[in-house]
């Protein structure tokens, strides 16, 4: 594993590393080998703290708070601001250091498994691409760390640290939440808040993606190349999602029948909407409603 810095510890301060026993435990146990902690802790206001790494054995995330810092890799350099998050994946020589003048508090985890690319991945980390990303200031993702640093006071029990592989997850699963979140308010010309609430508010209706284009005031290509990157999904499709899911709360929440469900979400042909449902959700609105009743 990648050693933690070596930065004197206040009594506010947090630092904890997994031990050895529990890593080999974690990395073998099914229900943690694909991601689970190997240190972490809270830093507060830490002046002098740096750390450089030309030899990096696992992933390290860090969430400034507080005060700034710098950080640098062989192709990026660049401050790093409250609501920041540096991602440093396995492999990557990097070098970090607090502020002289305002140092950060940051809160930061080393984490490693056979999903961490894919979480790297998820968080937006491009080898080409900036490891800083601008989330934000949130308390739930403090919440986040702070549930996950609980575990240094279980005296090593083995379900505690099941428990804590399974709140990095969360975290780096909010975190993924958050960056979309982020993104979506830095588009100035794009509301994304105001075309779902459209969207759902004209459920009962039909949408092509010149009514959702000319509601963001772009144009097609535009609007639909923006939405998927926030997203994940292409408009309509995002659009057709949300009617199925409402779909499946008529059904289960009401006893109206196939046919006026369909008629509900503005289809005229309950067959065309039984495909549409079967294809999306996995199974018939009959035997959804089934499944649920059970």
């Known amino acids: 594993m990648s050693a933690p ?5 206040p009594d506010q301060g947090i630092r904890f590393v997994t031990p ?23 830093y507060p206001r830490a002046a002098g703290h740096r750390m450089q790494r030309e030899r990096h054995d696992d992933n390290l995330l860090i969430y400034c708070v507080e005060g700034c810092g710098g950080a640098s890799t062989g192709n990026w350099a660049g401050a790093v601001d409250p609501g920041d998050m540096l991602l440093l994946p396995e492999g990557l020589a990097h070098r970090y250091e607090a502020a002289f003048a305002d140092p950060w508090t940051i809160y930061w985890v080393h984490f490693a498994g056979g999903a961490s690319a894919a979480f790297n991945q998820h968080l937006g980390y491009r080898a080409d691409a900036s490891p800083r990303s601008r989330i934000g200031m949130s308390p739930l993702l403090v919440a986040r ?62 949408l092509d993606l010149d009514a959702l284009a000319s509601r ?15 997203t ?13 899911e409402y ?4 059904l289960d929440a009401t006893a109206l029948s196939v046919k006026r469900v369909a008629a509900a979400l503005g289809y005229d042909d309950p067959l065309y909407f039984s495909r549409l449902f079967r294809r999306t959700v996995g199974m018939s609105p009959r035997a959804y409603r089934s499944s649920v009743r059970q």
């Not at 810095?5 to 510890?9: E, G, I, Y």
């Not at 050895?20 to 802790?41: D, I, N, S, W």
């Open 216 to 230: 963001a005031a772009l144009s097609k290509y535009h609007f639909s190349a923006k939405y998927k990157a926030l």
């Open 5 to 9: 810095s070596k930065w004197p510890l």
């Open 232 to 244: 994940g999904y292409s408009p309509i499709k995002h659009f057709l999602n949300m009617k199925m």
């Open 247 to 250: 779909a499946c709360h008529l």
């Open 20 to 42: 050895l026993f529990m890593r080999q435990k974690l990395a073998q146990h099914p229900l943690t080998r694909e991601c689970y902690p190997v240190a972490m802790g809270f």
């Open 145 to 206: 760390f702070q549930e996950l640093m609980a575990v240094r006071r279980t005296g090593y029990r083995t379900s505690a640290f099941i428990m804590a592989a399974n709140q990095l997850r969360q975290l780096l699963a909010q975190i993924g939440l958050e960056l979309r979140n982020a993104r979506a308010r830095q588009q100035q010309s794009f509301d994304l808040e105001a075309i779902q609430r459209f969207m759902r508010e004209h459920i009962n209706q039909t």
